[in-house]
């Protein structure tokens, strides 16, 4: 891996007088995230930015040695039509994290949420039809990537938070059913974990999902758990779930590290997935403003987060904690919300945040 100084010349170089590089980029302190953390720490990225952008290309490459897609390994990128492939954006990714040393985690084989993709809409066909186009998209992919990416998202999202199985959208709540569930019965996830592990047998498989609190209505971090239970079982091949973890400054301690301790029972490996920490606490405010007391609420949850997981979660269980993106100008929470938000630990120039050192503490301590 490259020194800190190396890399700062190497961006120095052949740059305009107008390009502004952030301090934390010129001048690093000679640790990151990744090299005082017992486990590995991640970052969500995407492949033009990671190409195009310096300072962004600076940040993953000093402070995170894993590193997910945040959109390249999910099906309308991968598989844009019903007969074809294109894995020329997620495989920039992998050349990019196998160059730098950097673990791949991908993200996701199967999820309801890209339901809206035409072909997968319109894709007609009996079970038996569904059923092998699942397993030739599973199998494409991941055979693809065998050796390359560590692990999977096999299954994204596929409980509701009661805890039964996702299937039919309700347009009265604005729920969204699966597609895959309804097309292919209720023991798809299981044979989900099977095709993929076929595909490629050294792969650690995950499920994940979001809410898995253990808080006041357990039902749905039950199901999951009692899921992993039953794959165990039957031997379906499953190495670990998955704890998204998007949260505001105010989310809920106790339910946090209950929820992390009830996935430790399983046995298996359990990763922080998707984490930001918001500000607005999910709440559309276009005046709030970002004050210093936020700023160091949201540093004490990015620090309480860090230390949970290490006291929740066996060593050898910790897969690690992967943030949902690289710097607040990119973060997914605007742009799909329309809230404005500063929920990761760099800012909008790629500056270290107090989020950054409140992280770095959890980490280290
Ligand atoms: O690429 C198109 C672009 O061509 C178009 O001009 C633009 C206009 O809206 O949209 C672009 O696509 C957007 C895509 O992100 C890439 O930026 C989609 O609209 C947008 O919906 C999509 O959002 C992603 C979201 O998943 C849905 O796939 C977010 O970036 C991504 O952070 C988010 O990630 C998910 C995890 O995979 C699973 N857990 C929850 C998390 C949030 O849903």
Redesign the pocket.
Same mark, same amino acid.
């Given at each position: 891996m490259r020194t800190a100084s190396a890399l700062t010349l190497v961006l120095m170089v052949g740059l305009p007088l107008s390009c502004r590089i952030p301090p934390a980029v010129t001048a690093p302190p000679s640790e990151s995230l990744q090299s005082v953390s017992p486990f590995p720490v991640g970052v969500a990225v995407g492949s033009d930015l990671l190409e195009k952008d310096r300072a962004y290309r600076a940040v993953v490459l000093k402070e995170y040695g894993s590193v997910t897609p945040? /959109?390249a390994a999910?099906i309308e990128c991968l598989h844009p039509q019903a007969d074809r492939f294109d894995f020329l954006d997620f495989d920039r990714i992998v050349a990019f994290a196998l160059e730098n040393g950097k673990r791949v985690h991908g993200?996701?084989l199967i999820w309801h949420?890209s339901s809206g993709l035409e072909w997968l809409k319109d894709f007609q066909g009996d079970t038996a039809a569904w059923e092998r186009m699942f397993k030739t998209h599973i199998q494409t992919v991941v055979g693809h990537y065998r050796g390359k990416v560590r692990s999977w998202d096999v299954v /994204?999202e596929a409980l509701n938070d009661d805890g039964t199985l996702r299937m039919d959208d309700d347009s009265a709540t604005d729920h969204l059913g699966s597609i895959w569930a309804r097309h292919l019965g209720t023991d798809y996830i299981a044979r989900a974990f099977r095709y993929a592990h076929e595909a490629d047998p050294g792969a650690l498989l995950f499920y994940n999902d979001f809410n898995l609190k253990d808080a006041a209505k357990p039902a749905k971090i039950e199901a999951v758990v009692a899921m992993a239970e039953d794959f165990k079982r039957r031997g379906i091949p499953i190495h670990g779930l998955g704890m998204?973890m998007h949260i505001g400054v105010s989310a809920d301690d106790d339910g946090i590290v209950g929820g992390m301790r009830r996935l430790a029972t399983t046995g298996l490996l359990v990763h922080i997935s998707?984490l930001d920490i918001l500000a607005s606490d999910w709440k559309k405010d276009a005046g709030l403003a970002y004050s210093d007391e936020l700023q160091q609420r949201q540093s004490d949850k990015y620090r309480f987060i860090a230390q949970a997981y290490k006291r929740s979660v066996p060593p050898r269980q910790r897969y690690g904690i992967t943030v +949902?993106g690289v710097g607040d100008a990119v973060t +997914?929470i605007n742009s /799909?919300f329309g809230l404005q938000d500063w929920p990761l630990p760099f800012d909008r120039d790629y500056r270290r945040k107090k989020a950054y050192d409140g992280f770095l503490e959890g980490l280290k301590r």
């Open positions: 945040e /959109n999910k993200v996701a949420d /994204n998204q998707e +949902w +997914w /799909n």
